[in-house]
């Protein structure tokens, strides 16, 4: 109902959670698409998006700062990999949101990726990426080793760029080990 | 002695037939197994998307309804027509596992004014006219297309031609250049004075279905005379 957005047992903890992090959604259903994009609204965060297609999504790409992501595995005009390898080297946190698992390609380059099966609810997920957020920027400012920290590098720098040299070298990423 | 030897080979020839036909109809077994294992991921695939979509579902139409009733009202409205799509797939289903493809365009907005045509039946018989090729819808885009053509019906019951007993319905359709361009038509409806500022939450839907998932393009025009869209829609993403 209109009136339960404040106060209510559901919204508890939410206040404040991404604390203005622009998030980029992409999920070509529009329906999840729609209860994703509140549910980072209601949790203070930036929306990109949500984007339905790779191209949408490449296109929010070069034209925003994305600082993290939630991402869908199979879209309108093909499966997620383009966008989460060009996220994943940039160093933007990202969880999988899909009812299958990952693309084999994905699942082999990036082990340890977290994933969230379908259906989960939104604020969970939500919580998920916080955690995901906080241990990537600790990672990074132990890779970075003196440069300059605090800035969650946008997707279109390239890895080098972005000083996540330290963080690239190391086979796996520690981040994200658990499914939802 | 000679009788003896056809005997034997006589037997191993039949041995060695009945070896392969064992092994065929095992490799037969194992095929059907493994369809059958196909099938069942797919299904429960599909029925965790389905829970995906009507969770989202609720928790949209909670935020945007004014009232419990309100709420109950659209969301059974969508989960129907969500509801009736899948039924025109599973009825194209046969018992032997083949898909006969008979979601068309036609059937599917047969289905989504099913709740309407006792409307129909007060007035003009004609209220509702759906025109085109026939055309035959993929899963993928069913839903989508389901829940868009929904959203219309549901906003012209409530605002436009199908809220008054005269108003008038023509949607109509076809094919040019790979795309499908189908027009919503409303007339001699309630009248329309301006054109509304803001999108509601079931024209982002459609909006975010059309362009988003289909990849096609949407125009809404609205006419003192009554409410119309245009939607164009690539051919090769509707049989998807």
Known sequence: MANAGHGSDVSLGRDALLNQVSVLIVENEPFIALDLATAVEEARGKVIGPAGSVREALMLIQQHLVQAAVLDVNLSDGDVTPIAELLIEGGVPVIFYSGLALPVALRERYPSASICKKPTPPVQLLHKLVALMATSQSEMELGEAGGKSGETPAAKESPAEAGLVGR??????KWGTRAC | MTT????????ALKMIQDASVLRASEER??????RQEMLTREMSHRVKNLFAIAIGMVSISAKSAATPQDMAKTLLGRLNALARAHDLVLRGLQANGQIIREATLTRLLEAIFQPYTDLARTGDPKRIVISGPDLVIGERALTSLALVLHELATNAAKYGALSIGEGLIHVTWQIEAGNLLLRWQERKGPGIEKTPTSEGFGSILVRRSIVGQLGGELDYIWKPEGFSAFISIPMERLSS
């Open chain 1, 168 to 173: 690239l070298e190391s086979p796996a990423p």
């Open chain 2, 4 to 11: 003896e030897l056809a005997a034997f080979a006589g037997l």
């Open chain 2, 29 to 34: 077994l194992n095929l059907a197994l493994h």
